[in-house]
C-alpha cells in the first residue's frame, strides 16, 4: 500500500488549522488481475482540530483505505485530502497511524520502540529523547515495563507500547485502525478510560476505525458509519455525552443502539438491491 517514496513532508506552523482533516470527493479503485475493487465512492468528511471522529462499518466498506489515504500511504483516484489546511502528499510525522497489531519491533524493549519513533523528531539531543520516551511510557502506566522486551509483555501493553510510540513525536493527528480489537474487554475498558484521559490532556484529533459500536460512541465527539461497495459515507452521529464516559452506562447504550440500529438498516436494504 505504501507510495513508492514516502517522504516526510514539512509543514508550515502557527495556523488555527493545525490538526484539522479535510477529505472532499474521494473515491479509490484497487484494480488487480483478477478484479476491480471500488473500495470508496465520493467520500466528504471535515474533521475539527482536536475533534474525536469513529469510522463504523461493515468489513470491506474501505474504512482502513480512508485511513490510508489521510495517512498519505496511499492515494486517492478521485477527490483531495487536507491535513492542516494543506494537501497531504505523502506520510508526515505529524499523522501517524496505530493499528490492530502493535507492530513493535521484537529486537527492542519498550523504551527502544518508543525511542523509535522519536527519530521522527528532528533536533532533539538523546537525553532528551530518553526523557520524552519515559514521559510516554508514564502516560501509558508503563513506566516500570521500560526495559521490557516486546514478548514479556500482553496485548494490551504492547497496545500501550503503540500508543505511546506514537504520541511520543507529538503528531496533530493520530489514525487508529482497530487498536483494540485483538485485547479483552476488560483490558479494552481500561484502555478506554486511559485514552479518553490523554485525548482529553493532549486534544490530538483522532481517527479511529473500528468495529465496535459502543466502543466508538464511548470514545468519539462524532460516529461516522459507511456502508460497502462501493464504500460510502452513509450517516454522521453526534454524540454529545459528558466526558469521561463509561462504556456501561445507560446514555451511552442509547446513542449505541440507533447507530446499531443505522447499521442493520443499511446491510438489509444493500442486501435487497
Ligand atoms: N491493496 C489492495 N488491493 C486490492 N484490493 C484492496 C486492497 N486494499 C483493500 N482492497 C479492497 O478494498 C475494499 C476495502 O478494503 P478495506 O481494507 O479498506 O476495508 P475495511 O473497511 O477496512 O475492512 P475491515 O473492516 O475488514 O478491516 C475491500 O473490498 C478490499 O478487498
Ligand atoms: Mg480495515
Same mark, same amino acid.
Given at each position: 500500500?505504501?507510495?513508492?517514496?514516502?517522504?516526510?513532508?514539512?509543514?508550515?506552523?502557527?495556523?488555527?488549522?493545525?490538526?484539522e =482533516? $479535510?477529505?472532499?470527493g474521494?473515491?479509490?479503485?484497487?484494480?488487480? +488481475?483478477?478484479?476491480?475493487?471500488?473500495?470508496?465512492?465520493?467520500?466528504?468528511?471535515?474533521?475539527?482540530p482536536?475533534e474525536?471522529?469513529? $469510522?463504523?462499518?461493515?468489513?470491506?466498506?474501505?474504512?482502513?483505505?480512508l485511513?490510508?489515504?489521510?495517512?498519505?500511504l496511499?492515494?486517492?483516484?478521485?477527490?483531495r485530502?487536507?491535513?492542516d489546511?494543506?494537501p497531504v502528499?505523502g506520510?508526515?510525522?505529524?499523522r501517524?497511524?496505530?493499528?490492530?497489531?502493535?507492530?513493535?519491533?521484537?529486537?527492542l524493549?519498550a523504551?527502544?520502540?518508543? $525511542?523509535?519513533?522519536?527519530?521522527?523528531?528532528p533536533?532533539l539531543?538523546?537525553?532528551?529523547?530518553?526523557?520524552?520516551a519515559m514521559?510516554? =511510557? !508514564?502516560?501509558?502506566? $508503563?513506566?516500570r515495563?521500560a526495559?521490557?522486551?516486546v514478548?514479556?509483555?500482553?496485548?494490551?501493553?504492547?497496545?500501550?507500547? *503503540?500508543?505511546a510510540?506514537?504520541?511520543?513525536?507529538?503528531?496533530?493527528?493520530?489514525?487508529?485502525?482497530?487498536?483494540?480489537?485483538?485485547?479483552?474487554?476488560?483490558?479494552?475498558?481500561?484502555? &478506554?478510560?486511559?485514552?479518553q484521559?490523554?485525548w482529553?490532556? +493532549?486534544?490530538?484529533?483522532?481517527?479511529?476505525?473500528?468495529?465496535?459500536?459502543?466502543?466508538a460512541?464511548?470514545?468519539?465527539?462524532r460516529?461516522?458509519?459507511?456502508s460497502?461497495h462501493?464504500g460510502?459515507?452513509?450517516?454522521?452521529?453526534?454524540?454529545p455525552?459528558?466526558?469521561?464516559?463509561?462504556?456501561n452506562?445507560?446514555?451511552?447504550?442509547? &446513542? *449505541?443502539?440507533?447507530?446499531?440500529?443505522?447499521?442493520?438498516s &443499511? &446491510?438489509? !436494504?444493500d442486501?435487497?438491491?
Amino acid at each position: 500500500m505504501a507510495l513508492d517514496t514516502p517522504a516526510i513532508n514539512t509543514v508550515p506552523l502557527g495556523d488555527e488549522r493545525l490538526g484539522e =482533516l $479535510l477529505v472532499e470527493g474521494v473515491s479509490k479503485w484497487f484494480r488487480t +488481475r483478477r478484479d476491480n475493487v471500488h473500495a470508496l465512492d465520493d467520500v466528504s468528511l471535515h474533521v475539527r482540530p482536536g475533534e474525536f471522529v469513529s $469510522l463504523v462499518g461493515p468489513s470491506g466498506c474501505g474504512k482502513s483505505t480512508l485511513l490510508d489515504i489521510v495517512a498519505g500511504l496511499t492515494r486517492p483516484d478521485a477527490g483531495r485530502v487536507e491535513a492542516d489546511g494543506v494537501p497531504v502528499t505523502g506520510p508526515e510525522r505529524h499523522r501517524l497511524v496505530m493499528f490492530q497489531e502493535s507492530a513493535l519491533f521484537p529486537w527492542l524493549d519498550a523504551l527502544g520502540n518508543v $525511542l523509535f519513533g522519536l527519530k521522527l523528531v528532528p533536533d532533539l539531543g538523546r537525553r532528551q529523547r530518553v526523557e520524552t520516551a519515559m514521559e510516554h =511510557l !508514564r502516560l501509558v502506566k $508503563l513506566e516500570r515495563f521500560a526495559r521490557a522486551n516486546v514478548h514479556e509483555l500482553s496485548g494490551g501493553m504492547r497496545q500501550r507500547v *503503540a500508543l505511546a510510540r506514537a504520541l511520543a513525536p507529538d503528531p496533530r493527528v493520530l489514525l487508529m485502525d482497530e487498536p483494540f480489537s485483538a485485547l479483552d474487554a476488560l483490558t479494552r475498558e481500561q484502555l &478506554y478510560d486511559d485514552l479518553q484521559e490523554i485525548w482529553r490532556t +493532549r486534544r490530538k484529533t483522532i481517527l479511529l476505525v473500528t468495529h465496535n459500536v459502543r466502543e466508538a460512541v464511548c470514545l468519539a465527539d462524532r460516529v461516522v458509519l459507511f456502508s460497502p461497495h462501493p464504500g460510502q459515507l452513509r450517516e454522521v452521529f453526534d454524540i454529545p455525552l459528558p466526558r469521561p464516559r463509561d462504556i456501561n452506562s445507560a446514555e451511552l447504550s442509547g &446513542y *449505541a443502539s440507533r447507530v446499531t440500529a443505522a447499521l442493520k438498516s &443499511y &446491510y438489509t !436494504r444493500d442486501a435487497m438491491l
